[in-house]
Structure formats: C-alpha cells, structure tokens
C-alpha cells in the first residue's frame, strides 16, 4: 500500500483549482474521495451546559481528514471516560471539502520512457482535505464547569494531531 505524503506538502492554502461540480461538464476533479471523518457530533447535543471550550486555530492551512478523524478519536475518548456518553457534547466545525491531487513522477532506471513529466501535470485525486483560516474554530466542546479541566486536556490532545498551533478558547452558554 502506498504511502500518504507528508501534511508539509498540502498544509498552504493557495488557490482551490479543484472544482466538484454536480454537472459532469464542469468538473476539473472526476473523482471525489469518501471522507474519513466518522462522525461530527458527538456526546449529548440536546442537553444544556454551562461552559464551552473551542479550539482555534492560531494559522491559516488545510488539515486532512485523516487528521482530523485522529483528533476526533483522541478527544471522544478522553471525554467519555471519565463523562460517559451524555456528560458532554463535542462538534467538529470544519468540513473537509477540498480535493487533494498528486502527479505521480516515476522513479528509477527507465523512468524516462514511462513518465510523462509536467506535460499532464493535473494530478490524480489523492484525498481530501478541511481549509482552516487563522483564527477559525475547529473544535467545540460544551461542558459542566466542573469539568473544565478534562475538556481542556481532551483538546490539547486533539491539536497535537494537527499541523498547526491552536489554542484554547472559554466561553459561557454558547449556542451550537
């Protein structure tokens, strides 16, 4: 199975020449990849709570889905040990919607003869990704204020799956 590349080589926002459009005619991208991301509510949504937690992103970038679904995981897990399933509700704010490519170059003896170069240098469709602007939230959680300090570690660990630098933001009764 092929390697993905490294977050270094999608991480710019530069200009989306990646259009999905319903009509097949004016699409650029053929193909659009499932996203990863399992699940973007989790916890109890219907219950009131009396603090909110965001993380916010401290750069303007674009994070895969696989990173955000590893963030995802990292965070639930923290929270729903110690809170159960209702003790708390976390929402991921970003969608990932951007395509990704990749142009292929072949390596090694006899590569000149099986490459084409730059010449079709489009890409092929290699996943997608979230574009997050600075100071975009891209998680919430909304908590009791007793357990601020869980919902405070649960995010710091969710930015470290992420190639950026994020922080943490406390408000009070936000809606969702």
């Known amino acids: 199975m092929a390697r993905l590349r490294k977050a270094v080589a999608y991480r710019k926002l530069e200009r989306p020449y990646t259009r ?5 005619k004016m699409r650029f991208v053929r193909a659009k990849p499932v996203c990863r991301v399992v699940r973007f509510d989790m916890g109890n949504a219907q219950k009131e709570f009396e603090m909110s937690l965001h993380l916010v992103s401290k750069d303007g970038l674009q994070i895969r889905d696989n990173a ?9 897990r923290t929270l729903e040990k110690v809170l159960g399933k209702t003790g708390y509700h976390l929402k991921i704010r ?3 919607h951007h395509v990704l490519r990749e142009n292929p170059l072949a390596a090694g003896a006899g590569a000149d003869r099986m490459s084409t170069g730059m010449a079709h240098s489009f890409g092929k469709v290699i996943g997608i990704s979230a574009r997050v602007k600075k ?6 959680v909304r908590l009791n204020k007793k357990d601020i300090m869980l919902g405070k570690q649960a995010l710091t660990r969710a930015s470290r799956k992420f190639p950026c630098a994020c922080t ?8 969702f």
């Open 94 to 96: 970003v969608y990932p």
């Open 20 to 24: 999905y459009s319903k009509y097949k």
């Open 168 to 175: 943490i933001l406390q408000g009070t009764k936000v809606a």
């Open 68 to 76: 955000i679904e590893a963030a995802r995981q990292t965070a639930n």
């Open 135 to 140: 100071g975009q939230t891209i998680f919430s």
